[in-house]
């Protein structure tokens, strides 16, 4: 009976740790940029933010790899990151490992998601539900999960924040 209980509890834990490996690229600065196998950029520094906001959008989940909810948003930014494939950057943020950029971002809760559009004197912009930018990132939060319409609510925030890239480029 005791193996049993042991045998169970070692499958636990190999089936919530299933999936949680990450692919790190190495670069000259050996700062670590990493994709995962759908596009997804794993953030560990505020300058590969930076970085991918020349190319547009960055749509970006602060979580960590023990929070349930924030796992189970991993499948959403990896099809979000290949229907915006080259639009947007759908980017994840694991605040445990990049403290910098966690307490940057004044992390209270995870998971919290945002979408930043540009940078307007030295402050990040971001896109809120709306439509609306602000450099407040409080407006713009989304936190937590609010169920099946997630993908729904992360894609009407990226499209947005694709209409506002349009305008702007157009002026």
Wanted: hydrophobic share 35%.
């Amino acid at each position: 009976m005791t193996k049993l209980v042991v045998l169970l509890i070692l499958l636990t834990v190999l089936l919530s740790t299933a999936g949680c490996s990450d692919k790190i690229l190495g670069n000259s600065t050996n700062s670590k940029v990493s994709l995962e196998k759908n596009d997804v950029l794993i953030i560990t520094q505020l300058n590969h933010i930076n970085t991918s906001l020349q190319k547009g959008p960055i749509f970006v989940k602060l979580g960590s790899r023990w929070c349930p909810a924030c796992r189970s948003m991993k499948p959403i930014l990896e099809k979000l990151a290949v229907e915006y494939r080259g639009k947007a950057t759908i980017a994840s943020v694991d605040v445990d490992k990049s403290r910098e950029v966690g307490d940057y971002f004044g992390v209270g809760s995870i998971p919290d998601s945002f979408v930043i559009v540009g940078i307007e004197n030295g402050k990040y912009v971001y896109m809120q539900k709306n439509g609306e930018v602000s450099t407040d990132r409080s407006q713009s939060r989304i936190i937590g999960l609010n169920g099946n319409d997630d993908e729904k609510v992360f894609e009407k925030i990226i499209d947005f924040a694709l209409l506002q890239e349009g305008k702007r480029k157009s002026q």
